[in-house]
């Protein structure tokens, strides 16, 4: 019988026997060392009627990668990070000589500060000319003023409400400089747009670098893209958010169950392979971009299949006469093209 059992247990169990053995050859009646024999729990290989899947190849990308860039150009100050560093969104990468950016916005506060005294002075000059005004309709409609010093007071009247109007624009105008002149200084430290790793190293202190420089590249790797390479008519079947696929990663020996969230429909001209996306999460942080990927795609039918039960990381495989083999360790799985060969570490006999 072939049967899948706890690996370990199965190990523990022989080396009772091989003790009880010495114990009876020596005549000797004490206990053996060690700890008593663990259960063992055997049970049968079965057919059952599983879904039938096709491998495909792929890579590991990031799922955000970025060339970062300054929008001002100025002298690096300080670099903060290092190839291979982790950052955090908004964190900063390099501080450029920014002397010249607080002076332009002192500059231009003090333009701010200027035009709106201006606009004091000329509104107090509006409501003097108001009063004028309404001084010489009262001494018009006596007859003690003429109508042409009517005319001048309304004159200037409009003259200052004019003035005013102007110095508010002014205002508004340097308002908007210093805005601007801020928004320049600000930019003068250029932070990461994400949290990721820093995976290239652009720039260092004293060099000059212009607005659009690249002085980083920036990789999220908390997600990840699988892009898979899938025939076109079984691309066309996958139904993004709902389809499971495995992903494994030979390199690591681990697999991971993720959805497919994007089928491009773009197919190579030679292959005829479609790009197929699946996010993979990277909590632990193993997985890297770049790194080959196969995954099992479901074909929508099933077939029997020869399957066996797993207990941890092992499983331990018995023939009919008896004779035990393991399948364990990150070597156990072959990739092949028509599915995946198990390696196990013994011969197993088929019954006489």
Same mark, same amino acid.
């Given at each position: 019988?072939?049967?899948?059992?706890?690996?370990?247990?199965? $190990?523990?169990?022989?080396?009772?026997?091989?003790?009880? =053995?010495?114990?009876?050859?020596?005549?000797?009646?004490?206990?053996?060392?060690?700890?008593?024999?663990?259960?063992? %729990?055997?049970?049968?290989? /079965? $057919?059952?009627?599983?879904?039938?899947?096709?491998?495909?190849?792929?890579?590991?990308?990031?799922?955000?990668?970025?060339?970062? !860039?300054? =929008?001002?150009?100025?002298?690096?100050?300080? %670099?903060?990070?290092?190839?291979?560093?982790?950052?955090?969104?908004? !964190? *900063?990468?390099?501080?450029?000589?920014?002397? $010249? @950016?607080?002076?332009?916005?002192?500059?231009? =506060?003090?333009?701010?500060?200027?035009? #709106?005294?201006?606009?004091?002075? #000329?509104?107090?000059? %509006?409501?003097?000319?108001?009063?004028?005004?309404?001084? +010489?309709?009262?001494? *018009? +409609?006596?007859?003690?003023? @003429?109508?042409?010093?009517?005319?001048? #007071?309304?004159?200037?009247? !409009?003259?200052?409400?004019?003035?005013?109007?102007?110095? #508010?624009?002014?205002?508004?105008?340097?308002?908007?400089?210093?805005?601007?002149?801020?928004?320049?200084?600000?930019?003068?430290?250029?932070? @990461?747009?994400?949290?990721?790793?820093?995976?290239?190293?652009?720039? =260092?202190?004293?060099?000059?670098?212009?607005?659009?420089?690249?002085?980083?590249?920036?990789?999220?790797?908390?997600?990840?893209?699988? /892009?898979?390479?899938?025939?076109?008519?079984?691309?066309?079947?996958?139904?993004?958010?709902?389809?499971?696929?495995?992903?494994?990663? &030979?390199? $690591?020996?681990?697999?991971?169950?993720?959805?497919?969230?994007?089928?491009? &429909?773009?197919?190579?001209?030679?292959?005829?392979?479609?790009?197929?996306?699946?996010?993979?999460?990277?909590?632990?942080?193993?997985?890297?971009?770049?790194?080959?990927?196969?995954?099992?795609? &479901?074909?929508?039918?099933?077939?029997?299949?020869?399957?066996?039960?797993?207990?941890?990381?092992?499983?331990?495989?018995?023939?009919? *006469?008896?004779?035990? @083999?393991?399948?364990?360790?990150?070597?156990?799985?072959?990739?092949?093209?028509?599915?995946?060969?198990?390696?196990?570490?013994?011969?197993?006999? &088929?019954?006489?």
């Amino acid at each position: 019988m072939l049967g899948a059992a706890l690996g370990n247990a199965a $190990l523990a169990q022989d080396d009772a026997k091989g003790g009880q =053995e010495a114990k009876d050859a020596s005549g000797q009646g004490a206990a053996p060392a060690g700890p008593p024999p663990a259960m063992v %729990v055997l049970e049968p290989a /079965r $057919l059952e009627n599983l879904e039938r899947r096709r491998e495909v190849t792929g890579r590991l990308d990031a799922w955000r990668r970025s060339l970062v !860039a300054g =929008e001002q150009e100025g002298l690096v100050q300080s %670099v903060s990070f290092e190839a291979g560093d982790a950052v955090n969104a908004g !964190a *900063t990468l390099v501080q450029l000589d920014d002397t $010249l @950016s607080k002076l332009a916005v002192a500059r231009a =506060e003090a333009f701010l500060a200027a035009a #709106r005294q201006i606009a004091e002075e #000329r509104d107090a000059e %509006v409501q003097r000319a108001q009063r004028d005004l309404a001084r +010489t309709q009262t001494a *018009t +409609t006596g007859g003690g003023m @003429s109508e042409s010093d009517l005319d001048m #007071r309304r004159t200037a009247v !409009a003259t200052w409400q004019a003035k005013l109007a102007q110095a #508010r624009a002014d205002i508004d105008t340097a308002e908007v400089n210093v805005r601007d002149a801020r928004r320049r200084l600000e930019k003068m430290t250029i932070k @990461s747009p994400f949290k990721g790793r820093v995976v290239r190293k652009l720039t =260092e202190v004293g060099q000059w670098v212009h607005a659009g420089d690249a002085i980083a590249e920036v990789v999220d790797t908390a997600s990840l893209d699988a /892009r898979l390479d899938v025939p076109g008519p079984l691309a066309m079947g996958l139904k993004p958010e709902e389809t499971k696929v495995r992903v494994a990663f &030979p390199a $690591l020996g681990v697999e991971s169950l993720a959805v497919v969230y994007r089928v491009v &429909p773009d197919a190579d001209p030679l292959s005829r392979l479609v790009p197929v996306r699946v996010r993979v999460e990277n909590k632990d942080g193993q997985l890297l971009p770049g790194m080959s990927i196969t995954g099992l795609i &479901p074909l929508g039918e099933t077939e029997e299949t020869l399957t066996v039960s797993k207990d941890g990381d092992n499983y331990t495989l018995t023939d009919a *006469t008896g004779n035990k @083999s393991q399948i364990s360790g990150e070597e156990r799985n072959v990739y092949q093209s028509n599915g995946v060969a198990h390696v196990i570490d013994s011969v197993l006999l &088929p019954s006489k």
